[in-house]
Each structure stands twice: as structure tokens, then as C-alpha cells.
């Protein structure tokens, strides 16, 4: 590791290190109330364009041409709307297939560094590296526009929000690779990402509030059940931003309604930290399990099923909550 990259690191530390004071009760960590704060406008033609960008490097599967390019865009523009010295690339190697060595980044930023009151947001930035669930060329990498873009592509414009309106609470964005690795079935080649950075924090003792983790955010007529994982870790912050969707009139999408629990990479943050995650993701429930987008880990999964609407009420729940619902903690 050369020098710079151990100041930029040291640098980068110090501003999360704020976030691990004493532990807050868990009645404050995740206590909400109506703030009376301006919310900035969430603009969904932004967060598609984010996407857009994404999907025109191509597949992002780790080893992948479209993998390096996406990697370098996101760090740039987190950096121009967090600063160089408020983002980190966690750079890992995972042993893959075969004995495939997998070089893989997740990328956290952080905004309001200032503040010890932190959140968490984060999505997944990798796509699949094949296409399990299409009729034919199964083994070819997919573009993911859904199931990796939509997520990054929100967070990116909330990352452009605080940049112009800064938050009043800390916020951490973190954007894990290697989520969409495995083989069917195969859960220990997924979430290869949260593993590590949960194994390896970046910031010992790092203990924000809680987290939202976004995967499948985007697509056309989208529903987003309350996923069970999240109702068991953190119904407090569940309850709260379906009850946000409701008043703003976002209720067709995240539906007031039992989902199914889903293994994602907020169970990894959760039992391996004790973090308090909740996942948002589309998903129609079913005896069965879970049910997702017909284009889920197919070639369909392209620009063509991104919906304006969905990004927009995902953005707005999520910028009311941030901006204008969680309660000030009394060390602020």
C-alpha cells in the first residue's frame, strides 16, 4: 500500500470514526417523528440517467471489461459529489469458480462527515454473469439495468442531493460488489461484497442508526412488499417508510402486505454486525417463495424495464425519511 493511499484511507477513517461514540438505546437508534424540514426534490430523470450510464459500459460481472469501467465511474462521481477524501474503494480478492480470483471493489462514500449521527444506505453495483432464468446463451453475462443499476442509480442522485442540500444526519453510501456471483442454489458464492466489508470494516466499531439496503428498485410496476428478514430486524424502520409511502401517495408500490423473506446482503450486515438493515426489493409473494420480475437474471433486464415512476417514489420515500422524519439524536 503506498503512502498516499494509506493517508487517504486514514483520512476517510476519521470521518466514520465520529459514528462510533457510546451506543445509543435502541428506542433513539431508531426513532422517527416528523421534522417540519425542507426535502429537496428527488429527480427521477436523473437517477435514470445514472442508470443509463451503467448499462452503456455493459454487463459489470466481476473480470469484465464493463466491471473496471463501472468501478471508475462510480468512484468519480461519488467523489464529485462526496469529495476525494470522503470516499473509499475497498478493494478484495474472492476466490471464485474453478479457482477464478476475483478482483472486486466495494465503494463507500460518506456525507455530513461531521456529524456522529449516522445511516447507512447501500445497493449492490455488480450484475450477473449469467443468465439462469433465460431461454437460450444461459451462460452470457446480463446488463443488469434492474438488478444492480436501479439500486446504484438512486443512491447516486440522493448522493448528488446531499452534495447541493446537505443532510441533516450523517449518511454512509455503500455500494457492494460481488452480490450477484453464485450459482444458483450456491448462497456462499452471493453477497461476496457485504462478507467482506462486514468481516473487514473499514472503520473498527463502525455503528450507524440502521440501514437500507435498495436491490431491484427500478423496474415497470414494481411492488415492494415489507420483506420478512426486515420485519424481523427492524420493523420500527419498516413500519416508518411504508407509512411515508402511504401519506405521499407512493402506497401502489410498497404495498402494506406481508412479503417473504429474502437472503440478501442486508442478512449478511445484520447477522454478522447486528446493524439494523431492511431491504427494499421487488418481489410478488407466492407459497412457492418469493417471486420477482419475469426479466429477473434474464437478458430482458435492460433499459427498457426501468420505470420513471418507480424510481421516483423510491427516491422520495427515501429523501422524506433521511431529510425530514428521523428523530435528532440529543448529542447533535
Request: net charge negative; glycine share 8%.
Given at each position: 500500500m503506498n503512502k498516499s493511499i494509506v493517508f487517504t484511507f486514514f483520512c476517510f477513517a476519521a470521518f466514520l470514526l465520529v459514528g462510533c461514540g457510546e451506543e445509543e438505546s435502541?428506542?433513539?437508534?431508531?426513532?422517527?417523528?416528523?421534522?417540519?424540514?425542507?426535502?429537496?426534490?428527488?429527480?427521477?430523470?436523473?437517477?435514470?440517467?445514472?442508470?443509463?450510464?451503467?448499462?452503456?459500459?455493459?454487463?459489470?460481472?466481476?473480470?469484465?471489461?464493463?466491471?473496471?469501467?463501472?468501478?471508475?465511474?462510480?468512484?468519480?462521481?461519488?467523489r464529485e459529489y462526496a469529495s476525494e477524501r470522503a470516499v473509499y474503494p475497498q478493494d478484495f480478492t474472492a476466490e471464485g469458480y474453478n479457482g477464478?480470483?476475483?478482483?472486486?471493489?466495494?465503494?463507500?462514500?460518506?456525507?455530513?462527515?461531521?456529524?456522529?449521527?449516522?445511516?447507512?444506505?447501500?445497493?449492490?453495483?455488480?450484475?450477473?454473469?449469467?443468465?439462469?432464468?433465460?431461454?437460450?446463451?444461459?451462460?452470457?453475462?446480463?446488463?443488469?439495468?434492474?438488478d444492480g443499476g436501479s439500486g446504484v442509480g438512486i443512491l447516486l442522485e440522493l448522493a448528488r442531493l446531499f452534495q447541493?442540500?446537505?443532510?441533516?444526519?450523517?449518511?454512509?453510501?455503500?455500494?457492494?460488489?460481488?452480490?450477484?456471483?453464485?450459482?444458483?442454489?450456491?448462497?456462499?458464492?452471493?453477497?461476496?461484497?457485504?462478507?467482506?466489508?462486514?468481516?473487514?470494516?473499514?472503520?473498527?466499531?463502525?455503528?450507524?442508526?440502521?440501514?437500507?439496503l435498495l436491490d431491484m428498485v427500478g423496474g415497470d410496476g414494481a411492488t415492494f412488499p415489507k420483506e420478512q428478514y426486515s420485519m424481523r430486524f427492524a420493523p420500527a424502520l419498516v413500519n416508518e417508510l411504508w407509512s411515508i409511502a402511504d401519506e405521499k401517495g407512493w402506497g401502489n408500490l410498497f404495498l402494506d402486505k406481508k412479503g417473504n423473506a429474502i437472503s440478501d446482503d442486508h442478512v449478511i450486515v445484520n447477522r454478522e454486525l447486528q446493524l439494523p438493515t431492511i431491504d427494499i426489493i421487488r418481489h410478488r409473494v407466492t407459497d412457492k417463495g418469493a417471486e420477482f420480475a419475469p426479466y429477473w437474471h434474464t437478458h430482458d433486464d435492460d433499459m427498457g424495464v426501468i420505470s420513471h415512476n418507480t424510481l421516483d417514489g423510491v427516491g422520495r420515500v427515501l429523501s422524506e425519511l433521511i431529510y425530514n422524519r428521523i428523530a435528532r439524536s440529543p448529542q447533535e
Open positions: 435502541s428506542n433513539q437508534r431508531l426513532s422517527f417523528q416528523e421534522q417540519g424540514q425542507f426535502v429537496p426534490d428527488f429527480n427521477a430523470d436523473s437517477a435514470y440517467h445514472f442508470i443509463e450510464k451503467q448499462v452503456a459500459f455493459g454487463p459489470r460481472n466481476p473480470g469484465s471489461k464493463g466491471h473496471l469501467k463501472g468501478r471508475n465511474y462510480l468512484l468519480d462521481k461519488l477464478e480470483i476475483l478482483e472486486l471493489t466495494n465503494i463507500i462514500a460518506a456525507f455530513n462527515t461531521q456529524s456522529s449521527d449516522r445511516i447507512m444506505l447501500c445497493a449492490h453495483w455488480d450484475t450477473r454473469p449469467r443468465a439462469d432464468k433465460a431461454d437460450i446463451n444461459k451462460q452470457k453475462p446480463i446488463l443488469g439495468a434492474d447541493q442540500h446537505p443532510p441533516p444526519i450523517g449518511v454512509d453510501i455503500v455500494l457492494f460488489d460481488g452480490e450477484d456471483y453464485g450459482k444458483e442454489g450456491d448462497l456462499d458464492n452471493y453477497f461476496l461484497g457485504s462478507r467482506y466489508w462486514a468481516q473487514n470494516p473499514p472503520v473498527k466499531g463502525y455503528s450507524p442508526r440502521f440501514g437500507i
